[in-house]
């Protein structure tokens, strides 16, 4: 077959994949990501890469007409992970960046590689179509610059070497597999527009299928001159006071506890599991002090916990416009933890938010989330529908100078206003 010819190295420098497709439409749905839940707008995701300024960024970049010809460049992010495959195609905006296609599908890599230690054959070739879909929608759109990663499956399989390369020769697609500091970095920048700037610390963290990034910020190092642009955003990693990676995941813990049918025995079973494997980090930082006596908040990006959100708010169907960016306390995520713990796996497939493929994960995540509310007692969290994807488009668009034209003019000095620049 004829091999698409992108290739990402650590950098993220992609040759072009293709001539660039000449629909510049902004594609309106996106294959959903979590079973039985209902496509999602693709205009929401124009949040994916700010908040407030991610709507003005879509309004500006409906067409090509008028717009400078570095605007015109096309970004691929893929994150290829334990659970799930995931795809955004952007373009830069005035005020961000614009997503103009996306993809997501559960795949399950990291399916009994905790016994085998391997990736299966069922589920490299459940990856692989999930890829070939993505190379398809890469070449359509005509990305110019891409990074590719793969992430803890990849890296602790024997064979998860030899899959990439497998995937490259199928699919024409060279992804790197990227290691834990890298992933929480670009976790960090991802969301990093949601951050409260009124708190003095945030505990980012992003609960995945085979390990679970977990980095403290100290906001106070943010300058008073930060304003959400996208080199901003890289910048916030800078704020990082201290990181981990938990070799512990969704699909893990499910696998070593059990998914299907969870006791409120086997839910504490695996609370203590993830809270014995986050001592030594916090006996090290002593984080639980540092936040007693200042304004901290949570800000997690991870299926968890915008899977709560969408339960705790009762959304019919899963709207990422409304569960983006939200707040919810404490209580509110124990009351829903609480509450699935009560239902039947059965129950929990009915639930809109949740669906098929994510029953038999849900509770091990809202386990992996009330150890980190147990040793680091917060009492709000934010909550992200966003995370490596973004923080990848940020990066290679900061990289680029993207967002240079973000940057505030200098106010000119009003005749006999006595008002000097930047002091009104």
């Known amino acids: 077959m004829k091999r698409l010819n992108i290739v990402s190295g650590p950098s993220g420098n992609g040759r072009p994949a293709a001539m660039p497709s000449r629909d510049v439409n902004v594609m309106r749905s996106e294959t959903g990501d979590r079973g039985g839940a209902a496509s999602v707008r693709i205009e929401a995701r124009a949040l994916a890469g700010a908040s407030a300024e991610g709507l003005a960024g879509a309004a500006v970049d409906r067409t090509d007409a008028g717009v400078e010809p570095a605007l015109r460049s096309v970004y691929g ?31 399950r890599l990291g399916e009994g590689v905790l016994n085998s230690g391997r990736l299966s054959e069922d589920a490299m070739k459940r990856t692989i179509d999930a890829l070939r879909v993505c190379a398809d929608k890469m070449r359509r759109r005509g990305v110019t610059r891409s990074r590719l990663i793969a992430t803890e499956a990849c890296r602790t399989a024997s064979n998860g070497d030899e899959f990439l390369g497998r995937v490259r020769n199928e699919t024409g697609l060279a992804i790197e597999i990227v290691g834990r500091e ?16 009124n708190c003095d610390w945030a505990l980012v963290f992003d609960i995945g299928g085979g390990s679970s990034e977990i980095i403290w910020l100290d906001l106070k190092r943010l300058g008073r001159t930060w304003k959400r642009t996208l080199h901003d955003r890289v910048d916030v990693q800078n704020c990082i006071a201290a990181w981990t990676s938990l070799p512990i995941g969704v699909v893990n813990l499910a696998e070593r506890h059990g998914g299907r049918e969870v006791t409120p025995e086997d839910y504490e079973a695996m609370v203590e599991d993830v809270m014995a494997a986050i001592k030594g980090f916090e006996a090290q930082h002593r984080f639980g002090d540092r ?9 997690g990006t991870s299926g968890t916990v915008t899977t709560i959100s969408g339960i705790h708010l009762k959304l019919p169907h899963y709207e990422r416009s409304r569960v983006d960016g939200c707040w919810l306390s404490a209580r509110d995520v124990r009351t829903v933890s609480g509450d699935l713990i009560a239902m039947t796996y059965a129950e929990r497939v009915a639930q809109p938010c949740i669906g098929h493929e994510r029953a038999d994960l849900v509770l091990a995540g809202c386990a992996i989330l009330e150890a980190m509310l147990r040793v680091w007692p917060c009492q709000r969290l934010r909550v992200a529908d966003r995370g490596l994807r973004e923080g990848i488009l940020t990066t290679l668009m900061a990289e680029d100078g993207h967002d240079r034209r973000a940057n505030p003019r200098p106010h000119k000095r009003r005749r006999g206003s006595g008002v000097h620049p930047g002091t009104g």
Do not use: M, Q, Y
Request: aromatic share 6%; hydrophobic share 50%.
């Open 77 to 107: 992010a893929l994150d290829l992970g334990t659970n799930n495959c995931r795809l955004l195609i952007a373009k830069p905006s005035r005020r961000g960046f614009l997503v103009i296609d996306a993809f997501s599908r559960i795949i």
């Open 182 to 197: 890298t992933e929480a970095k670009l976790a960090v920048s991802g969301c990093a527009s949601l951050l409260d700037r």
């Open 291 to 299: 936040i007693a006596t200042n304004r901290a908040h949570f800000l």
